[in-house]
């Protein structure tokens, strides 16, 4: 495609949507020109293609789905079966899966469709099973109540959100954390590292139905072949969300012990992270949980959406070029050196350092909160988010952590010298931000004090860095 084509494409977009509601016209191009002119340090964040972007704004918002490839409740989903197996055979390929659902919406969604699964496939009850076999009619209020009962008590061990656990690995105000009996495991105080042995120990003692790994802020491998031993030795059914690391498993830098694919009975993953495709979920998943995992509809999730699943099959139709695992593989090394010039100029990191594209700074070390360090690099022109640490002594809201992460740089080209140029002004303004006081002059964990002056110089020489890296090149809206 000519450079001129996006810019046709996206310029003639804007001016349709103009003419009905100015306002959204003139968001989304304010949305592209701050994303411009932004340092983008958020781990889950990317900057999908055009091509990808462009499958999503067409004729196949309109249409209803529901059912799999081939089996609709619907009439006339030709053109959707075509996408949505093409979306599959993709990421079948790409991942080396035997099946793949890539109906959900999100990746929490992805992970609704799997516990379902997994419950329907595993749990003993004659209820669900005359359910299953479309005798519903059979059932009493009994057998309903007792379904209910034992659906609902089900035991799942997953990793803790203060270790960087994700929400709907049983964190208490998810529903994960109502709906299953929940046990969670951490990280050794000391190393920050997963303790396998005590991963080992508590799957022994608690017995959970679904073994869970994955994570959304810890910055290390996970070896997934001694997490499915565990899983084994307990009767338990492995599941991974690899919803961070996607793209690194697809670019084969995670590979053998550490790509969860072979490892799992099951893997779940976002498509818009480090995957770099459109806002998403997918199911992979062997043959003996595929049929309850494609009845993800009615179970779970209502119509699938036929425009997203068209942007999936061109993003991971991307994935699977050559130059996707270099992109994968400069994540790693752009992560390295940013958490190399950090480490260099005193900053503290958990776990030491990173081996994938994910750095947590514990900015306890510069004497703030996460909330204080979010707001004053925002101020400076850098974007991150505050994250727990493990133990964080000061909760999920304020916390003690800087998260940042580098698939969306590495995708507009910046390289390691622009990360220790980057980990320069994180520095900077973290070791220039003081703690503020709040109206009684007590301490504050959310006030801060930067000089205006240091913000506007970092701010500046953040918009520098990114001069020689334009983000979409060839879009010009004019
Ligand atoms: C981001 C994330 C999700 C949720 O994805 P959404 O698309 O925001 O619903 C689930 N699991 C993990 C590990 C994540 O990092």
């Given amino acids: 495609m000519s450079r001129n084509a996006e810019s046709t494409a996206f310029r003639s977009a804007l001016e349709v949507v103009r003419g009905v509601e100015p306002r959204v016209a003139d968001a989304i191009a304010a949305e592209l020109a701050d994303q411009r002119e932004s340092l983008k340090l958020i781990a889950s964040e990317n900057y999908a293609s055009p091509a990808t972007l462009l499958a999503m704004g067409n004729w196949f918002s309109d249409k209803y789905a529901e059912g799999t490839v081939g089996r609709r409740f619907y009439a006339g989903c030709q053109n959707v079966d075509t996408v949505e197996a093409l979306a599959a055979e993709h990421a079948r390929e790409l991942f080396g899966a035997s099946h793949a659902y890539v109906q959900p919406h999100s990746g929490i969604d992805a992970n609704l469709v799997a516990f379902w699964a997994i419950l329907a496939d595993r749990v003993e009850s004659p209820a669900l099973r005359k359910a299953q076999a479309r005798q519903v009619n059979d059932l009493t209020e009994a057998d309903w109540f007792a379904l209910r009962r034992e659906l609902g008590n089900?035991?799942?061990?997953?990793?803790?959100?203060?270790?960087?656990?994700?929400?709907?690995?049983?964190?208490?105000?998810?529903?994960?954390?109502?709906?299953?009996d929940q046990r969670s495991y951490g990280t050794d105080p000391a190393t920050g590292l997963i303790d396998y042995d005590r991963v080992a120990e508590a799957a022994r003692e608690f017995k959970p139905l679904i073994l869970v790994a994955g994570y959304s802020a810890y910055p290390r491998k996970v070896n997934f072949r001694i997490m499915r031993e565990i899983a084994d030795s307990v009767g338990a059914t492995f599941m991974v969300d690899m919803a961070h690391f996607a793209g690194l498993v697809a670019g084969k830098v995670f590979t053998g012990d550490f790509d969860p694919v072979p490892h799992?009975?099951?893997?779940?993953?976002?498509?818009?992270?480090?995957?770099?495709?459109?806002?998403?979920?997918?199911?992979?998943?062997?043959?003996?949980?595929?049929?309850?995992?494609?009845?993800?509809?009615?179970?779970?999730?209502?119509?699938?959406?036929?425009?997203?699943?068209?942007?999936?099959?061109?993003?991971?139709?991307?994935?699977?070029?050559?130059?996707?695992?270099?992109?994968?593989?400069?994540?790693?090394?752009?992560?390295?050196?940013?958490?190399?010039?950090?480490?260099?100029?005193?900053?503290?990191?958990?776990?030491?350092?990173?081996?994938?594209?994910?750095?947590?700074?514990?900015?306890?070390?510069?004497?703030?909160?996460?909330?204080?360090?979010?707001?004053?690099?925002?101020?400076?022109?850098?974007?991150?988010?505050?994250?727990?640490?493990?133990?964080?002594?000061?909760?999920?809201?304020?916390?003690?952590?800087?998260?940042?992460?580098?698939?969306?740089?590495t995708t507009r080209g910046l390289g390691a010298a622009e990360m220790d140029a980057t980990a320069e002004l994180i520095h900077t303004v973290l070791s220039q931000t003081t703690p503020g006081t709040g109206p009684d002059g007590a301490p504050s964990k959310a006030k801060y004090v930067l000089d205006p002056a240091v913000a506007e110089s970092v701010g500046k020489q953040a918009a520098d860095l990114l001069t020689p890296f334009p983000l979409y090149p060839a879009v010009d809206l004019g």
């Avoid at 061990?157 to 994960?176: Q, Y």
Wanted: charged letters at 15%.
């Fill in 264 to 409: 799992a009975h099951i893997v779940t993953t976002t498509t818009h992270k480090s995957l770099r495709g459109p806002r998403g979920g997918m199911v992979l998943c062997g043959p003996e949980l595929a049929d309850q995992v494609d009845r993800g509809c009615p179970m779970v999730l209502g119509g699938p959406l036929p425009h997203v699943m068209a942007a999936k099959a061109v993003a991971l139709a991307e994935a699977r070029r050559p130059d996707f695992a270099d992109y994968a593989q400069r994540i790693v090394d752009n992560a390295q050196a940013l958490a190399d010039g950090l480490l260099r100029r005193g900053a503290t990191l958990v776990t030491g350092g990173t081996d994938n594209h994910l750095v947590l700074i514990d900015v306890s070390g510069y004497g703030l909160t996460g909330r204080q360090a979010e707001q004053a690099l925002l101020d400076s022109g850098i974007v991150t988010n505050r994250n727990s640490v493990p133990q964080d002594p000061n909760g999920a809201w304020y916390t003690s952590g800087i998260r940042i992460g580098t698939p969306a740089l």
């Fill in 154 to 180: 089900q035991r799942m061990l997953g990793m803790s959100l203060d270790a960087g656990g994700h929400l709907t690995h049983g964190f208490r105000p998810n529903i994960s954390g109502k709906m299953f």
